[in-house]
């Protein structure tokens, strides 16, 4: 157990819908980050956010938002789902050594 | 921005064999490379890190190298068991001012050790 939580495990949703999941990091850790993990795109990071701002972007895409509450925990919003949306999603949260620990995993399926 | 490569893609090995992937990146910024073990339908989890001032690091039966001036490191497993079989990806990354490293991963490597 890494400490990170997520909810929820999993999530059957239809095309068009918007969708949010919840990230907790380990107790202290002020960073987390949100990444997609397909099986043709690999993992691929998202967002990350330091204290409550909005630290990095990557792949993310606009109909995809995220942000981090003053308790550190934090939502990833999916809208306007697309089959192609269907994906594990992680959250990571980390100090700033870089070494970072994933929660379990959110498993999107989009119909 | 930064892009890594890893190789194989499947790794096949008998149980007791030594097994070796290895990654390559683009960017001689990065200094800090992890290893993540991802076993089906679970979470990746850090096995190994290796930061760009060290050229080896080793725990128990796994140990990374890194190169620098070649810009590749490599995971190497030794005395492999059938519990190592899983998805390895590594990672390069660095840390601009503000502390956040940013990974881009390998597209990973799926080790199947035989017993």
């Known amino acids: 157990d890494s400490g990170v939580t997520q909810t929820p495990k999993h999530l059957i949703t239809a095309t068009g819908q918007r969708v949010t999941l919840r990230c907790s990091p380990r107790?202290?850790?002020?960073?987390v980050y949100w990444y997609q993990q397909s099986l043709d795109q690999g993992l691929q990071f998202l967002i990350q956010?330091?204290?409550?701002?909005?630290?990095a972007k990557g792949n993310i895409l606009e109909r995809f938002s995220a942000q981090q509450f003053p308790d550190l925990h934090s939502e990833l919003n999916l809208s306007s789902l697309e089959l192609g949306d269907s994906a594990l999603y992680f959250c990571a949260s980390s100090v700033s050594t870089g070494t970072q620990y994933f929660g379990p995993g959110t498993r999107l399926l989009v119909l | 921005g930064e892009n890594v490569e890893q190789h194989p893609s499947t790794l096949s090995v008998q149980e007791g064999d030594s097994a070796v992937i290895k990654c390559t990146y683009s960017?001689?910024?990065?200094?800090?490379f992890p290893w993540y073990k991802q076993e089906l339908g679970k979470r990746p989890q850090l096995i190994i890190d290796?930061?760009?001032?060290?050229g080896e690091k080793k725990d128990q039966r796994i140990a990374v190298t890194l190169n620098k001036t070649a810009k590749h490191f490599s995971l190497h497993i030794t005395e492999t068991q059938p519990e190592d079989s899983a998805v390895y990806f590594c990672a390069a990354s660095k840390a601009p001012g503000g502390g956040s490293y940013i990974p881009t991963f390998g597209r990973g490597t799926s080790l199947i050790v035989h017993p």
């Open positions: 960017d001689s910024a990065s200094n800090y």
């Open positions: 107790s202290g850790d002020l960073s």
């Open positions: 956010y330091y204290n409550g701002e909005e630290r």
């Open positions: 290796i930061r760009s001032n060290v």
